[in-house]
């Protein structure tokens, strides 16, 4: 099992904790924007590390994280 994908989880975490002290905003975006932009980004790089090739049967946690970043995904469009 590959630990770096882990440690990609926990570091996408972090970062989306310190959206509160993230540039206010970009291109002139409003803030919640802003945050709702970078939140999507680091989703969306859960998905390229946890990939839709991921078989549930073999790797129930990876999956799980997986259906959860595409879920909240969803939610923030």
């Keep these: 099992m590959r630990e770096d994908r882990w440690q990609h ?36 790089s859960l998905l390229e590390v946890f990939p839709s090739s991921l078989d549930p049967v073999e790797d129930f946690e990876g999956y799980a994280v997986r259906r959860l970043a595409q879920a909240l995904l969803r939610t923030l469009e």
């Excluded at 996408?12 to 939140?39: K, N």
């Design 9 to 44: 989880l926990v570091h996408t975490s972090l970062l989306l904790e310190e959206e509160d002290g993230a540039p206010q905003a970009l291109e002139g975006l409003p803030a919640r924007e802003e945050r709702q932009r970078r939140a999507k980004l680091l989703l969306g």
